[in-house]
């Protein structure tokens, strides 16, 4: 069966420090890699994705993630923590074959950056 | 251009009560998705469809029902709420080109409480 990991509820960071959010996957194949972030009382918003080359993607607000391939992770980081980056993180998988419909989503981390 | 709204934003049901939550999208998308998200659960698929007319059973769909009789809109049913369906319920749309690897937009959410 097909599952996304998020092995931390949560993550607490120093601002200005650098953080990590880390994701792991079982899914068939190579699939497409996404990060969201869910701020208070908000629908999810598209951070990043890995569709193929460079394992490190650039993607919103600074944000980073780094696909491996043999440990079939997908951690998303950030070099300086803002206050502004405390939020719920999800890490999602979709497969890349004609038909792949769905998107499935990890539980979420929520990062808390303290002043 | 308003991306994906939701309506309504919050309700309160009474056991056995029946409603439907309305999702709208204006960017011309053919895939729309209904998620629940539940605390320590992440986002679960409900129902999705990939075009007008068109519906599917994603991975907890009992209780509910869907219809997307126009591309735009995507409706969210529920013919006798129960207290297990208490929750935030998200909508999402995506365009289905780009061979899956296309962002899908969220709406703001509805939280539903049954009594």
């Known amino acids: 069966a097909q599952s996304v990991a998020q092995p931390e509820d949560q993550v607490n960071v120093a601002e200005g420090n650098p953080l990590t959010v880390k994701c792991t996957y079982s899914v068939s194949g190579n699939p497409y890699l996404f990060w969201y972030v869910q701020y208070p009382n908000r629908g999810l918003q598209f951070l990043l994705k890995?569709?193929?080359?460079?394992?490190l993607v650039k993607g919103s607000y600074g944000f980073e993630a780094e696909f491996n391939k043999s440990q079939t992770s997908f951690h998303l980081k950030k070099p300086s923590a803002l206050v502004s980056d405390s939020a719920l993180y999800f890490c999602a998988v979709r497969d890349r074959r004609t038909g792949g419909f769905k998107t499935i989503f990890g539980a979420g981390t929520r990062l808390f950056v303290k002043a | 251009n308003a991306g994906v709204t939701q309506t309504p934003k919050f309700r309160v049901l009474k056991t056995g009560q029946s409603m439907t939550l309305l999702c709208a999208q204006d960017?011309?998308?053919?895939?729309m998705y209904w998620y629940r998200q539940d605390p320590g659960m992440g986002l679960r698929l409900i129902h999705y469809s990939v075009g007008e007319g068109t519906t599917a059973k994603g991975e907890v769909p009992d209780g509910y029902n869907v219809s997307r009789l126009k591309k735009q809109n995507f409706l969210l049913g529920l013919e006798s709420a129960a207290p297990s369906q208490t929750s935030v319920y998200f909508c999402?749309?995506?365009?289905?080109?780009?061979?899956?690897?296309?962002?899908?937009?969220f709406g703001p959410g509805t939280r539903l409480t049954v009594l």
């Open positions: 999402a749309s995506r365009s289905g080109s780009g061979g899956n690897t296309d962002t899908q937009y």
């Open positions: 890995y569709i193929t080359g460079d394992n």
């Open positions: 960017m011309n998308h053919e895939y």
